[in-house]
């Protein structure tokens, strides 16, 4: 039987927690979670089962060889523009440690059936840690709170690296994660010009990341939820003659209320012609009455993003026109994920959506179906993770893979975008919905806003 982690124990608890929360009163906030204070940064637990789990899967890959992993470096305030952007770790780091800690390097090793795991940490300056908060030891707690037994000094790595090249060690193959994070980082390009076998380590990592484990499962579905209480946040506060960015207030005060890290990417929320806009983020348009309003947004929650789109009007009432745009958008949303299944392709899934759109349109959108690249410009939608555009795109759909599915028709001329985005959980027979708490007939958003004009 496998052993109750942190994160297992915490949604076995959490419905107890929300009960008692509830009968003071109060309502606990979706993304709560027990505090670690001798942890940095967000203070979340480790998951130290599947760490451990992830680090020994990647060493069977491997074989042979010494992995290098640095962490993220601490911010420098004086020169970074940091307004909107708190520390945030390196994926691979994160995954193989869960930490959120600054400078750090996880060095592991394997040679047949011999492994070594070691992690190196700078050591704690108290005077800084006024200016800076907690940051790890290479010292007994952390060898605890990480599950990684053995822990050392930063400045014992330069010699383990000397191993590596010169030593006992030499003539192992070297895997680094060789990205542009990495590119500053001295030790990985000496490395990499040092004539060694070096390797590029996150080809094998994508592939690990790519199918999510049971506590990635469990982070997305936080994430996802607090991200559906923002926007339900957004379409109640509604009116016209609203500012776009008071909208935004409105659905980033859901995220943080309920717990949310930081955003998973900048909001959108485009009115009227804004909503034709894909990528549009500046927010500053006032509404107005019969606006469509498109809001693509979404929380992070322990380093892993929902991706969520809805599309309401301002003052609570589609129009038959508005109406029949959204519900050809939605038909081809639902095809998409009818066909969810393993074995099928996002490619596939997004040449479903637009037969179904070119079966339904009708004169929709005159002379040409509103499938046509005219009108839906973008792709039906890509896998999530800790990153909002994840790893594994035009990978063959398995169990445990998180994908987006988000067609739109944008009909530049009337000033009426529609995009419907849902985040669905692969399973063996076939997808699950994760942010269907948000609504998305529009009968149900006409509920949910009061119907209002």
Not at 48 to 58: C, D, K, S
Not at 239 to 256: K, N, S
């Amino acid at each position: 039987m496998r052993t109750l982690t942190s994160i297992a124990l915490w949604a076995l608890a959490a419905p107890l927690l929300r009960l008692a929360a509830q009968s003071s009163g109060v309502s606990a906030p979706i993304g709560a979670y027990t505090v670690v204070p001798e942890l940095p940064g967000m203070g979340r637990p480790v998951d130290i089962v599947a760490t451990a789990a992830r680090r020994r899967a990647l060493l069977q890959r491997i074989g042979r060889g010494a992995v290098l992993i640095p962490a993220a470096h601490e911010r420098n305030i004086e020169q970074d523009y940091v307004q909107d952007n708190d520390f945030r770790q390196n994926n691979t780091f994160y995954y193989f440690t869960e930490l959120e800690t600054q400078d750090a390097w996880l060095v592991m090793t394997v040679r047949g059936d011999t492994t070594e795991t070691l992690l190196f940490l700078p050591p704690r300056v108290p005077s800084q840690e006024r200016w800076t908060g907690l940051r790890l030891g290479a010292d007994t707690v952390a060898a605890r709170l990480s599950g990684i037994a053995t822990l050392l000094p930063i400045d014992s790595l330069d010699g383990r690296l000397r191993r590596l090249r010169f030593g006992a060690l030499r003539g192992l193959p070297v895997y680094v994660p060789l990205d542009p994070s990495t590119r500053e980082e001295s030790r990985v390009s000496d490395l990499a010009f040092s004539g060694g076998d070096v390797r590029n380590l996150l080809p094998i990592v994508d592939s690990m990341r790519a199918v999510k484990d049971a506590d990635e499962i469990t982070r997305l579905r936080r994430a996802v939820d607090i991200s559906v209480a923002g926007h339900i946040a957004a379409m109640r506060a509604a009116r016209p003659g609203m500012y776009e960015y008071e909208l935004e207030a409105a659905l980033e005060d859901g995220f943080r209320r309920n717990g949310a890290d930081r955003l998973g990417y900048p909001s959108i929320v485009g009115s009227g012609p804004n909503s034709t806009t894909l990528h549009y983020d500046v927010n500053r348009r006032r509404t107005e009455n019969g606006d469509l309003v498109v809001i693509d947004a979404a929380a992070e929650w322990g380093q892993y993003t929902a991706d969520v789109t809805r599309t309401f009007p301002i003052n609570g009432k589609f129009t038959p026109r508005q109406k029949a745009i959204y519900d050809l958008v939605l038909g081809a949303q639902q095809a998409a994920f009818d066909s969810v299944r393993p074995g099928t392709t996002m490619a596939q899934l997004d040449g479903i959506a637009r037969a179904y759109m070119r079966a339904h349109s009708g004169t929709l959108c005159g002379d040409r179906t509103c499938d046509d690249r005219e009108y839906f410009n973008h792709g039906l939608g890509h896998p999530i993770g800790m990153d909002v555009h994840d790893v594994g795109f035009g990978r063959v759909l398995e169990p445990g893979m998180v994908i987006t599915l988000e067609p739109g028709i944008y009909l530049q001329t009337e000033k009426l975008g529609v995009r419907i985005e849902d985040d669905v959980l692969v399973t063996a027979q076939g997808g699950e919905w994760l942010s269907a708490g948000a609504p998305r007939t529009t009968d149900a958003i006409e509920r949910l806003m009061g119907g209002r004009r």
